[in-house]
């Protein structure tokens, strides 16, 4: 039975503040475009930055897990390469904004957020495993 794509979530105006500044500086792909991307075989690492529970619960087929809470201390060890297409999704496009932030001050040149996130992956009927 296919999991379907959970509510958006209400978040709180000094969360959403934070987000959008970081959105600023940092860089999103598009569903579409990473679709695309995948197709085309190019490579990258494709990074789930969700909570464990959400983790388990269901996640895009081949994706990495390091949650928000410990990525920057394990990426590094998973990822040595700084230069490597990091496409990042949490659940909804918010979290991995942020994740994509820190991993640029860390050096990450290519550290991509999945707009739309668990939400928009789901929506789109691509792979997933649970």
């Known amino acids: 039975m296919p999991i379907a794509p959970p509510a958006p979530k ?3 105006p000094a969360f ?3 987000v959008e500044d970081a959105r600023t500086r940092t860089k999103q ?5 990473y679709r695309k991307l995948a197709a085309r075989g190019e490579p990258h690492v494709l990074i789930d930055v969700r909570e464990d529970h959400e983790w388990n619960d269901g996640r895009a087929s081949g994706a990495l ?14 990822v040595p390469d700084k230069d490597a297409t990091l496409v990042l ?3 909804g ?4 904004v942020l994740v994509a ?3 640029q001050k860390m050096g990450y040149t290519n550290a991509l957020s999945l707009e739309g996130g668990w939400r928009a992956w789901l929506g789109a009927g691509l792979p997933i495993e649970s």
């Open 10 to 12: 209400h978040h709180n």
């Open 16 to 18: 959403v503040a934070l």
């Open 29 to 33: 792909i598009e569903l579409d475009a």
């Open 65 to 78: 897990h390091l949650g928000k809470g410990i990525i920057e201390r394990d990426i590094e060890g998973k």
């Open 89 to 91: 999704y949490c659940g």
């Open 93 to 96: 496009g918010y979290r991995s």
């Open 101 to 103: 932030e820190a991993l």
